[in-house]
Structures are given as C-alpha cells and as structure tokens.
C-alpha cells in the first residue's frame, strides 16, 4: 500500500507560478516502482492527466495544453514528485492530485491505470 500527500495549492492571479509537492510513503521493493502522474479535475469536468513520469524520471508526458508551461520532476532518495506550473490561467483552475502506478520497468509513462491517489490540492487562478 502506497499512501500519496499533496501540498503547494493555493490561490494565484494569472500569469503566477505555484509548485505542487507530492510524498509518497509506504511499501517499496527493488523489484518494482510507481509511474507517477499528476490529475486534474475541474468543477462539472473529468479528471484528466495533466502530466505523468517514468520510474527512472527519464521519460515524460505533459497534455497539450501545459506544455512549456508546467515541469514534471521526482527525487527518489525523497519519495517525492513536482509538478512545477508557471504562467497559470484561469482555466488551470482545478483540484489536482497526484498518483502513482506500479511498474516494472523504469522508462515506462503510465497514461491511466493508476493504482493510488492522493487527496487532492485545490489549484485557483483568478483572472
């Protein structure tokens, strides 16, 4: 069992920076290690992946839409994942959560399947 805690939200003005930290804590092997993912999901809307990385940190994901905006990055000797945004608009206004998916190889960018959650962190940027 993994348990994942988000911290960094807040609330911003458009064109701001926040970064989100994510701890992950828990069971943990050499033979296996978690993909990590960041979700968002805005009010009336479906979670959707804003941006994933590999075990390795290697390989990543970014939607369209945050790309050149938002950097995935983890620290493994911290059990930690970020996802650093900057130049935010209002319509990254959301809840994000963190998530991790157990693989078995370390360049792997989980899409979906994500095995745990974290609970969330509000995200709001004002126009």
């Known amino acids: 069992q993994v348990q994942l805690v988000e911290s960094g939200g807040g609330l911003v003005q458009a064109g701001d920076s926040l970064r989100l930290s994510c701890v992950a804590s828990?069971?943990?092997?050499?033979?296996?290690?978690?993909?990590m993912g960041w979700f968002r999901q805005a009010p009336g809307k479906e979670r959707e992946l804003v941006a994933a990385i590999s075990w390795s940190g290697s390989n990543t994901y970014y939607k369209d839409s945050v790309k050149g905006r938002f950097t995935i990055s983890r620290d493994n000797a911290k059990n930690t994942v970020y996802l650093q945004m900057n130049s935010l608009k209002p319509e990254d206004t959301a809840v994000y959560y963190c998530?991790?998916?157990?693989?078995?190889?370390?360049?792997?960018?989980?899409?979906?399947?994500?095995?745990?959650w974290g609970q969330g962190t509000q995200v709001t940027v004002s126009s």
């Open positions: 998530a991790a998916d157990t693989v078995y190889y370390d360049t792997y960018v989980a899409r979906g399947g994500y095995d745990y």
């Open positions: 828990g069971h943990t092997s050499s033979s296996y290690g978690y993909a």
